[in-house]
Structures are given as structure tokens and as C-alpha cells.
């Protein structure tokens, strides 16, 4: 398994093999040994799946607060995604900067996202599925976002803004300046 630290090093970009032969091909997708010798805090708890039917639908910027934040290992299996975390950890020398991939069926790439950074999605591609596993449960109480259009964080989204594709949840969310600190920083072992 190919593993990356992006600029913001805490987020990791993996690529584990596929074994491709005349039937198709073959993929581990997810050991607790390997992703635990990558630096990924389990135990994961929860998969949620996910369909966008249009191209440009955005899903989030969301996360949970404490003690049900959530890191989340995400990964495309049908379609193409512009994926982004966002730190929000009070402290950290990379508050409100953001790390982005893209990820697809074709490049089989996955993208860690741990707690204190909020996480949001983009569809490339009409009929894209999501799937993605989760260290906590989710719980309605503790959930929280920032509207994925924030002029303060200036995502460089995909997709124009009256081409987006959102719920209506999405399209009222605060932005992040007007949000009280939800996690601080502890330094580049944790967060």
C-alpha cells in the first residue's frame, strides 16, 4: 500500500494494491494492521455509503464534536470525487488551511481524514458512490458544519456556486469564524 502526507500531514492519502487478471481484479481495501502501521486511528465502527446522482453535488462541510468525532478513511467506488479536510483544530499552524484529493474508482485512492478537521466532497462524475468508515458513531447531537461556500476558507470547489448540488442542511450552515472552537490543537502526534 502506497501511502502519501499531504501538505497538511496529519491527512493521508493511501492506494492499496489491486490485482487485476482476465476475471477482474482483486483488492484489500482495508487491514487494522497495515492502516494502524500508517498512523491511522482506529477502531473504525461504522461504514456509511453514499450515491450522488448529479455531478457537482457537495456533501458537507461536517464533523462531530467530541466524544463522537469521527476520523474518517473515505474512498470513491463508483464515479470520481474532489475530496477536502479542513483543520479546525484551535492552535494547529494550519487552522483553516485545507488538503484536497481526488478520488475515484479508476486511481483507487483513499483519503484518511482524522478528528478536528472537517471533511466535504464534490462529485466529478454523474452516479458517484462513496463509501467510508468512521472511528465513531454518528450522533445528531454532536454533529456540526461550516457552509462549503466560506469566502474565509476559499475552497477551490469544482463546481460553481449556482451549479452546486447541496441539502438543505448544507446551504444554512455557519461559517467557520462565527463557530466556537470545537477541538485544539496538541501537536503533530494528535489531535
Excluded at 452516479?127 to 461556500?149: F, L, N, Q
Excluded at 476559499?154 to 447541496?166: D, F, I, T
Amino acid at each position: 500500500m502506497s501511502v502519501e502526507a499531504l501538505a497538511i500531514p496529519e491527512v493521508l492519502l493511501l492506494t492499496p494494491p489491486r490485482f487485476a487478471d482476465n476475471r477482474g481484479f482483486f483488492s484489500e481495501t482495508f487491514s487494522a494492521k497495515r492502516e494502524a502501521a500508517a498512523g491511522i486511528a482506529g477502531p473504525f465502527v461504522q461504514d456509511n455509503h453514499s450515491l450522488s446522482v448529479p455531478r457537482g453535488t457537495v456533501r458537507g462541510l461536517h464533523l462531530q464534536l467530541a466524544p463522537y468525532a469521527q476520523g474518517k478513511l473515505v474512498r470513491c467506488v463508483r464515479g470520481a470525487i474532489w475530496d477536502v479536510a479542513v483543520d479546525v483544530r484551535h492552535g494547529s499552524p494550519s487552522f483553516g488551511r485545507h488538503v484536497a484529493a481526488v478520488l475515484s474508482a479508476e486511481n483507487w485512492c483513499q483519503l484518511w481524514v482524522p478528528a478536528g478537521f472537517l471533511h466535504g466532497f464534490c462529485t466529478l462524475e454523474p452516479e458517484t458512490e462513496v463509501i467510508y468508515k468512521v472511528t465513531a458513531d454518528y450522533d445528531r447531537a454532536s454533529e456540526r458544519g461550516v457552509v462549503w461556500d466560506d469566502p474565509d476558507l476559499a475552497l477551490p470547489w469544482p463546481v460553481a456556486a449556482g451549479k452546486a448540488v447541496l441539502s438543505d442542511k448544507d446551504l444554512v450552515l455557519p461559517r467557520l469564524r462565527d463557530c466556537p472552537p470545537w477541538f485544539a490543537y496538541r501537536g503533530p502526534a494528535g489531535a
